[in-house]
Each structure stands twice: as C-alpha cells, then as structure tokens.
C-alpha cells in the first residue's frame, strides 16, 4: 500500500496480489488530529492485510528537504509505530503533477482532479517503489 500524504488529503493506492502494478485506492480526508489520522491509515494497511506501506517523501525539485518533508517524516515514523509492518519512503517528486496529466488526459476537467488526485499520486509513488524493488540486481 502507498501513501500519499498531504496536510488535507492523504491519497492511497494498492497493488495486485503479484506486486505487478498499482492502483489508485481512495483518498482519505484528514480529520486535523495527527493521531487519528495516523491509526486510520495503520488500520488501513492491516484490513487490507498488506506486508509494507510506502509513503511519499516530499523533495524540492533539486532533491532538497523542506518544511513538507519534515512533515511527512513525523508522520512516517508514528505510522512505523502504530502499524506494526515496514514503512518505506520513496521519492515523490513530480507524482502529483503526473497524477493531475492523467486525469487530464483521461479527461477531467481540472475541478474534479481533487477527489481523486491524491490517490493517483500515490499510485505513481507505489510504481516507482515496485519498478526499483522489481528491477533485477545487475541493471
């Protein structure tokens, strides 16, 4: 399962049973309590009984830290805490503007993008997860 978490929206997005492919789950709205948020989305993870969660890592474009990668790391470490699984963190930069190129293309107008954006971000984050833990050893 992959997350992509944002101050108001957190999206999620889930694999095939074969760790093939990813694909845009929902999008859960935070509810302004870090903790709650935290243990809806480590109860996530376990109803759907899934081994690890991958959460997007917010970089600068020059791959630099800011505020929001602060953010996201404090909320990746309580999930490590309350889920009891591994939880990675891949690089999410440019997944929301491809997300919002998809819906685009799919064609969405650019209003509707918010319901479902985040979940399609998070489905590229669990792409690149999946194509880098995929790829063979000596590539």
């Known amino acids: 399962m992959a997350l992509d978490i944002g101050d108001k929206r957190i999206g999620i997005a889930v ?7 990813a694909l845009p ?6 509810t302004g309590n870090f903790f709650a948020d935290v243990e809806a989305m480590a109860q996530a993870a376990r109803s759907r009984g899934v081994g690890c969660i991958v959460c997007g890592l917010p970089l600068n474009a020059d791959g630099s830290e800011s505020a929001q990668t602060e953010k996201a790391r404090g909320f990746i470490e309580k999930l490590r805490e309350a889920a009891g699984m591994p939880v990675f963190t891949e690089d999410e930069r440019f997944t929301s503007l491809a997300a919002h190129d998809t819906l685009h293309e799919e064609g969405l107008k650019a209003a509707k993008h918010k319901k479902s954006v985040d979940a399609v971000a998070a489905a590229y984050i669990l792409e690149g997860f999946l194509a880098r833990r995929n790829r063979p050893q000596n590539q």
């Open 25 to 30: 789950s929902e999008t859960y709205r935070r």
């Open 15 to 21: 694999t095939d049973p074969f760790n093939s492919y």
